[in-house]
Nanobody, 126 residues
Framework: QVQLVESGGGLVQPGGSLRLSCVPSGRTVSSVNMGWFRQAPGKEREFVAAIQWLGSGTAYSDSVKGRFIISRDNAKNTLNLQMNNLKPEATGVYYC???????????????????WGQGTQVTVSS
């Protein structure tokens, strides 16, 4: 069983930055595919970014490409999501996810993940 704990959410003005972190228990971040998803009020959960378990392969949704960076800190066993130039439409609950089976490509579908964190709220507003 893998438990995921997110942190780093909060309130930020448009154009600002936030850094989300996710710490898995029971696994190391380098041994599993991991990803970030978000759910805005009244909307379905959507893919944000993913990183494959081996190597540095990453994937991003078109809406965040060029502004968000997903990365692993193996020494701290932490998954990070650096979010820059935030827009109001980025508001929502952000979830960290981990897959039960490793794949040599980033996983962009929520159905590919077996473990989810409790979520952290991000609000982009002036």
């Amino acid at each position: 069983q893998v438990q995921l704990v997110e942190s780093g959410g909060g309130l930020v003005q448009p154009g600002g930055s936030l850094r989300l972190s996710c710490v898995p228990s029971g696994r190391t971040v380098s041994s599993v595919n991991m990803g970030w998803f978000r759910q805005a009020p009244g909307k379905e959960r959507e893919f944000v970014a993913a990183i494959q378990w081996l190597g540095s392969g990453t994937a991003y949704s078109d809406s965040v490409k060029g502004r968000f960076i997903i990365s692993r800190d193996n020494a701290k066993n932490t998954l990070n999501l650096q979010m820059n130039n935030l827009k109001p439409e980025a508001t929502g609950v952000y979830y960290c996810a981990a897959a039960g089976n490793s794949r040599l490509r980033p996983l962009t579908s929520g159905d590919s993940y077996d473990y989810w964190g409790q979520g952290t709220q991000v609000t982009v507003s002036s």
